[in-house]
């Protein structure tokens, strides 16, 4: 039989906090965020949270990015990640590619953690501080979604030890995120987009409408010469080479 600390460790992962029920109150709109993002650090002391998005098996593209005390770090980890396709040297990829709709795969970091090369390690682990990963893998019809929790130190608490709740927590947290998605198409297609500076976005966001170089230049008042500097350094930023896996990326 368990004892009471048990049984109130197990109970608590079943019960849901008045921050989901605003959560789920808030899926497919912008508030969704900071409701989400704040529930994962209150509740479970997240240091760092990045969502990605697998479409196809071949490319990711980020969704949300959050590291807590340090914005800027957050947001060089996960653009590099992206832009120079680090995440095919992630461990959980294959996994992440390969998923079928409707599974769920959680990965701890011990498990994988001697899967990652020195770089890699270096780069994502312990030049940002970060001691324990928690991966949470979500197969959909539309792609796969990919979210990760970090802490720096100490590691995640001693409930994530519990089969049971790991399961149901981590459960919720993928059904958070995905349907938040496929609830608005509008919110998925931006995040590959989040990187970029204003004018990049809006460089990016006219080529999706199927407009050309001249007339987004007449749209932004800007020279010719500036937009395709624009959507160059666009185009780097998201790890592409061309107008056609912009549309893989955001559609």
Not at 12 to 26: H, M, N, T, Y
Not at 51 to 69: H, Q, W
Not at 208 to 231: C, F, P
Request: aromatic share 12%; glycine share 6%.
């Amino acid at each position: 039989m368990p004892d009471t600390k048990q049984l109130h460790t197990l109970a608590s992962g079943w019960i849901p906090s008045v921050d989901v029920l605003k959560a789920l109150e808030q899926l497919g709109t912008a508030a969704f965020y900071d409701i989400f993002l704040s529930w994962l650090q209150q509740e479970f002391g997240t240091e760092q949270c990045m969502v990605f998005y697998c479409p196809d098996g071949e490319r990711v593209s980020t969704l949300i990015y959050k590291d807590y005390a340090r914005e800027a770090s957050g947001k060089r980890l996960a653009e590099t990640y992206v832009s120079e396709r680090h995440y095919l040297q992630d461990p959980n990829f294959q996994l992440l590619k390969t998923l079928r709709p409707g599974n769920v795969e959680i990965v701890r970091f011990n498990s994988v953690s001697g899967d990652m090369g020195l770089h890699y390690r270096k780069a994502f682990f312990e030049t940002p501080g970060f001691s324990d990963k928690i991966s949470i893998l979500r197969g959909t019809v539309q792609g796969n979604y990919y979210i990760n929790l970090y802490r720096r130190d100490p590691g995640f608490d001693e409930r994530f030890d519990d089969k049971s709740f790991e399961h149901t927590v981590c459960g919720l947290i993928s059904i958070l995120v995905s349907k938040h998605f496929q609830l608005n198409e509008h919110l998925r297609q931006e995040g590959p987009l989040a990187f970029l500076s204003e004018r990049e976005q809006q460089v990016c966001q006219a080529v999706l409408r199927g407009k050309k170089n001249e007339a987004i230049a007449a749209e932004l008042d800007v020279a010719v010469s500036s937009v395709i500097t624009y959507r160059k350094r666009a185009y780097e930023k998201l790890g592409i080479s061309s107008r056609a896996q912009l549309f893989a990326l955001c559609t």
